[in-house]
């Protein structure tokens, strides 16, 4: 079989094929202001096993990711700690390649940064003020006409009605935010004139100083190193709605190709234990939350990635105990047939890499799965199923080989348990007494607090639940 994925735009289940020779994919990248969460890491490492499965069907795969370094967010947290604009992001963007390696998500073929594209942005706002998309306002901004373009609306089924009434209401108005909601459909801005609070961020353009609006980024650089139109474009459901409807208005309007992109593949949101994800609620887990309570970082992808990417994934505690229950069974579900077959874990980790056949071998159906629609949780349920049927025939140890490649799980390569060395026992005992904490079960956590501390570490509430360190 070969992979397949729910397009947005058809709403219908398609064939990836390539339009070229090298499958051509461009997914949004972070915003770099702050650390990302595990909201953000479950859609970049669902592209991460969406790249590495079209791999294992043989594809050459170009996958372009942006690095968002210019926008509202960036701009005002740089300000308040008083450094330029480019230390600032670029603090985080080290710290996102960190996150990325630990959580094993391959580097992207190209990883562009908006400010070092201006003039790309640039000479496409201009494209679309002189083709009368676009118009340009007192204070030095540029907007985008949406009324020019028939399409808008159509990739995230924006009721035409609706946003007629909307045009019509906010004629001569327009949305200088980066970010907005589905009732505030209105022209939005490609360039943003000079505002003081930009302080030394800005760049010279044919309508003043100022700087690009967060959506062109993404259609001037996938432009640059993909074409006027390419295969797949990637992200959370969120940014459906604007930012890529905006992204086919200005791309479509400027180069005059269509489609801009042939498939659109959204990923959906993260719940954390049951509810949204919010500042408030102090659910917002980084990566580093979840390695300080003794989580590694191979169970934490194992559970981001487990359930289906178009279905909301509660992320709980449970499940990653859960992930490290599982990844310990296939561990041992793979050694003990390795030794039968005389196969060493090292020689195995070398064939954890694409090109395998699944045909005809035992691993067959969960490649089917994943070819069905990315289907990562009945692929994962295949591989357990097919273990007992495994008797380490060389066609089978290659075929797990590449399945494993394609979740991205080097189960035999992790060392990141031992780099974190907080034994496996402690952090159960921290996750039960911070949930018998939250049931208020008082007499139960203080028992598991001395137990732990017993063994030698000491637990303590934190604002995001609870971390764990060695006791002096
Ligand atoms: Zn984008």
Not at 49 to 73: P, Q, S, Y
Not at 335 to 363: C, D, V, W
Request: charged content about 30%.
């Amino acid at each position: 079989m070969k992979p397949s994925i729910t397009n947005t735009l058809s709403r219908k289940k398609e064939e990836l094929i390539p339009s070229e020779a090298a499958f051509k994919m461009y997914c949004c990248g972070p915003t770099v202001y702050g650390p990302a969460h595990i909201g953000n890491f479950r859609t970049f490492l669902t592209q991460d096993v969406l790249r590495r499965t079209l791999e294992c069907a043989g594809m050459e795969v170009l996958h372009v990711r942006n690095i968002t370094d210019v926008d509202d967010k960036t701009i005002r947290e740089s300000q308040k700690l008083g450094l330029s604009l480019s230390k600032f992001t670029r603090k985080w963007e080290d710290k996102f390649h960190a996150d990325c390696a630990k959580l094993n998500m391959l580097p992207p073929s190209v990883e562009p940064r908006a400010t070092e594209h201006i003039s790309e942005q640039l000479s496409m706002v201009e494209k679309l003020v002189d083709t009368g998309h676009a118009y340009a306002t007192k204070d030095g901004s540029v907007y985008f006409k949406i009324s020019t373009f028939e399409n808008y609306g159509r990739l995230a089924n924006l009721d035409r009605e609706h946003m007629a009434t909307q045009m019509t209401n906010s004629a001569g108005e327009a949305n200088n935010a980066d970010e907005y909601e589905r009732e505030s459909v209105a022209d939005f801005a490609l360039w943003k004139g000079r505002k003081p609070e930009d302080g030394d961020n800005f760049w010279k353009s044919p309508w003043g100083e100022g700087r690009p609006g967060w959506h062109i980024e993404c259609s001037a650089m996938s432009r640059k190193y993909l074409g006027d139109t390419f295969d797949l474009h990637g992200g959370g459901i969120d940014l459906c709605f604007p930012h890529h409807e905006n992204e086919i208005a200005q791309s479509e309007c400027a180069t005059g190709a269509s489609p801009y992109v042939r498939y659109w593949f959204h990923s959906a949101h993260l719940m954390v234990e049951g509810e949204k994800m919010s500042k408030s609620l102090g659910n917002l887990f980084t990566l580093d939350d979840l390695l300080k309570k003794g989580y590694t970082p191979q169970q934490i992808r194992y559970a981001l990635i487990s359930g289906h990417y178009r279905q909301q994934l509660n992320f709980t505690f449970k499940s990653l105990d859960d992930a490290k229950s599982a990844l310990s069974k296939l561990r041992k579900g793979v050694s003990s047939t390795l030794k039968e077959a005389g196969m060493s874990e090292e020689e195995f980790n070398k064939l954890i890499k694409p090109g395998a056949e699944f045909a005809g071998t035992i691993f067959e159906g969960a490649w089917n799965a994943m070819c069905d629609d990315l289907n990562v949780p009945r692929a994962l349920g295949e591989i357990f199923a097919a273990l007992g049927k495994f008797g380490g025939k060389t066609a089978d140890i290659k075929a797990l080989g590449s399945m494993l490649y394609a979740f991205g799980l080097d189960i035999f390569a992790d060392n990141s348990e031992k780099a974190e060395e907080i034994p496996a026992e402690i952090s159960d005992m921290a996750r039960r007494r911070w949930e018998a904490k939250q049931a208020r079960n008082f007499a139960l956590a203080d028992e598991l607090r001395k137990s732990i501390a017993d063994a030698g570490w000491t637990v303590f509430d934190s604002k995001d639940g609870f971390d764990i360190k060695k006791s002096q």
